[in-house]
């Protein structure tokens, strides 16, 4: 999703190392790779397995890519490991889960089609979100599917799962979609009312806030001076925080901002590159889930 305006954000040079923090099915990286010449890298990291796979199948014989699993909050080890000396002129994020996650009952991601109850990005690691669901207190739920959801109606739901659970385990998408829809009165156009829910403990159970507050200061780290960070994220949680931190770190700490000379240490480390960007009409007509997505651009300083 907004393919062409992140190939623009991060202003690619034929011979640079860049990073593609979330690789999916490739269809960033592919597109960072044919703007490189030879002497270009890419390093590709992705926490699912399954995507790693996919990608070394269809770039078996590319090169100039180095796929990983691994988290992007990991970024200041692995960048060392493979850009062997050369300069990071670029990192790009996009946020979220990816197209043939959520198609993919098995993965237990989505309310559409009945599969386990998994939603960990990697199967290998955490919890599945049954297993949570099975144990939570009806607080510790509401808060999840509250905060994480901005469900409205996160008690009704997190009372109704522990309910549930008091019968039998819930271990099924279809039985916690079922769940949700009868306990949410109202259902809001266009919806399904386990849309927040689904989506509240896809990110708790894979700390996805916590991955992206780690992977942004290391992405900041690891650039260098003119490097570009690019993010396209697809919830509001995740905007904020992308906001945030990119204003944090193109601005000067107030309480030093009247000083004669600002220490070096002190100096803002990025500055912004234009507003934000949102998909055009053509593009959410093709894929109507790009319409959330929102890109942020800021090039490092120093």
Known sequence: MLVEEALDALALEAGGFYVDATFGRGGHTARIL??????????AIDRDPQAIAAGRERFAHELRLALVQASFADLRTLVPAYAQGRPCRGVLFDLGVSSPQLDDPSRGFSFRADGPLDMRMDPAHGEPVADWLARASVDEIREVIATLGEERFARRIAKA???????????????LATLVARAVPTREPGKHPATRTFQALRMFVNDEL???????????????????????????????LVKQFM???????????????????????????GRKRRPGEQEVARNPRARSAIMRVAEKIH
């Not at 044919?34 to 390093?43: D, F, I, M, N, P």
């Not at 799962?161 to 039985?175: D, F, L, W």
Request: glycine share 8%; charged share 30%.
């Open 34 to 43: 044919e703007a490189l010449g030879g002497e270009g890298r890419v390093l």
């Open 161 to 175: 799962i522990v309910a549930a659970r008091a019968e039998r385990p819930i271990r099924r998408t279809s039985e």
């Open 210 to 240: 916590g991955q992206l507050e780690r992977g942004l200061a290391a992405a900041l780290d690891v650039l260098a001076p003119g490097g570009r960070l690019v993010v396209i994220s697809f919830h509001s949680l995740e905007d904020r």
């Open 247 to 273: 204003k944090r770190e193109s601005s000067i700490d107030p309480a030093l901002a009247r000083l004669p000379v600002i220490p070096p240490d002190a100096q803002p480390r990025l500055k912004l590159v």
